[in-house]
């Protein structure tokens, strides 16, 4: 087995390689964070899986928790991958290094991949019509305790975030009307209130049953929170920031060069 030091074009490999890896961690942590949000837990996430793309039939929730995983498979591919250079290098393996080479121009489809549908799911899911279509569709309760989690969730959004609705409530005519809540039953059909008790000021789980009645029966400014809830739903869309674009489109770039040097370097080599 020929083996030994590394010339200067394999030197120059091994780092290729390093700030490879460097950028296949950043790839698991861009996508390791979208998945452990703990902000995006539980009730804002199914407000989330509530509002429809048209990217197959994946609701915003599940497309962006689908892209992350795939974020975080590819980094992991890399890491796995970076072993096939360090050793084609050492051992002068020209098989190894083409190996290498193949997995990693492989591995700018599922990148490419990710920023396609997350920078289309961005710009959909970014549609207020959307947002007020899926709380019309769904809000039918204002409680904390009813059977529909996601009039629960939504109820609990307002109170965690301090917003109310998808638009700012400005006065008793607001998004709230054309909901089930309003229009089927409930007491705002019932013209007993005008927004969710969820939407006053101060008001916690414990207190919920207590909101004051010139805050969801009069809408009185100062007694609820005015903004809407659109800029909080967007930012829990987790789109794909600038950084997190940076690190995906970067490790592209050096996946080209880092595949196209090792194939150059490995018919160096006599041995296969």
């Known amino acids: ?14 780092i290729i390689n390093k700030i490879l890896l460097g950028m296949g961690v ?13 902000s995006n837990t539980d009730h804002v996430r199914l407000v989330l899986n509530s509002i429809p793309v048209t990217v197959g039939s994946s609701t915003v929730g599940s497309l962006v928790k689908t892209l992350s995983i795939l974020m975080i498979v590819t980094g992991v591919c890399i890491l796995m991958a970076t072993w096939f250079s360090l050793l084609g290098v050492i051992f002068r393996k020209k098989y190894l290094l083409i190996t290498y080479a193949v997995i990693v121009l492989l591995l700018l489809i599922p990148q490419i991949t990710v920023i396609s549908l997350w920078n289309k799911t961005e710009k959909e899911s970014q549609d207020k019509d959307k947002m007020i279509e899926a709380l019309k569709r769904n809000y039918t309760h204002d409680t ?7 009039s629960r969730s939504w109820n609990f959004m307002f109170m965690t975030h301090s917003c109310c609705g998808v638009n700012p409530v400005v006065s008793t005519t607001n998004d709230f009307d054309q909901t089930p809540w309003c229009t089927t039953a409930g007491s705002c059909q019932a013209t007993s209130s005008q927004i969710p008790r969820a939407c006053c000021i101060n008001i916690t789980e414990r207190t919920y049953t207590s909101a004051p009645a010139s805050c969801y029966a009069s ?9 809407g809830c659109y800029d909080i739903i967007k ?35 006599k041995n296969v």
């Open 1 to 14: 087995m020929v083996h030994g030091c590394p010339n200067k074009h394999g030197i120059a490999l091994i």
């Open 26 to 38: 950043g790839l698991i942590i861009v996508g390791g964070l979208v998945v452990t949000d703990r």
């Open 144 to 150: 904390i305790s009813n059977s529909n989690p996601l």
């Open 219 to 227: 809408v009185n400014p100062g007694t609820y929170h005015i903004k």
């Open 235 to 269: 930012k829990k869309m987790l789109p794909l920031t600038p950084s997190a674009y940076g690190v995906i489109v970067t490790t592209i770039l050096l996946q080209i060069v880092a595949g196209t040097f090792a194939l150059w370097y490995s018919y160096q080599f």
